[in-house]
């Protein structure tokens, strides 16, 4: 799918990948990014930096909390109110805080799936869409064992099994959606990201050493993958991957059994 005068819907755009995927978005030509985080100061630092970039209007800054399901229903309304339409959704969000489970989970894994079932009311060609794509963003933390942060892994591993169902849902298929996840190693964000390991996961101190001596994925290395996700039209349910020493790689698996069990 051609990104030109699309919208896109990032959650977690503010800053880091959801903010790097946004300014692509906007320089191959997308028609409008909402922004959409909880941080009101960067959130709208970073809208005003692209409208000056790329001009009035293109950005969008709204306040979301994604563990509300309030919330990110009122920023779905508000963002296809605000543009007109809306064709993709990047399920981006994350926090740094194993210590409190619930809360974990909510940030890292129902949100994407609250995501998407938004994503497809909203783009759904049943409503009056286009359709259209949704990625999530997915972790190799999802398909590696990281005894440093289970819960991590498990949320991601969450997110990877839910898109890989989800893509091939009757529901998603009728409203003419796609749904993919990209599962990153690991990406040089920013030093904000050494900073909240260290505040908000219970072995931070650690795994930040250990994170600063491995090679990183710049945030343009990524943001080229997301628009590759978004522009193949024949990736549905793909789990892309993006490996150090190997970039972009859609996974394969073993076709699933088609025999009725005996």
Known sequence: M?????VALITGGARGIGKAVGEELLRRGAKGVAIVDIDVDEGEATRDEFNSKYGSERAYFSKC???SEEDLKATFQKTKAHFGRLDIVCNNALTYD??????????????AIRGTYLAVEHIGKANGGNGGIVINTGSMAGLWPVPLIPCYCAAKAGVIHFTRSVADEPLLKQNGVRVNVL????????????????AGYRYG?????ITKERKAFELSEVADAFLRVIEDE??????????????????KFPPLPTDEPS
Do not use: Q
Request: negative net charge.
């Open 2 to 6: 051609s990104v030109v005068d699309r």
């Open 65 to 67: 909390d994604v563990a």
């Open 98 to 111: 194993d210590v409190n489970v619930s809360k974990f989970i909510e940030i890292s894994l129902s949100a």
């Open 183 to 198: 599962c990153l190693d690991n990406v040089d964000s920013g030093p904000h990201r050494y900073d909240a390991m260290k």
């Open 205 to 209: 101190n650690l795994l930040v050493n």
């Open 234 to 251: 024949t990736l549905n349910g793909a789990v892309c991957t993006m490996i150090i020493d190997k970039g972009f790689e859609v996974m």
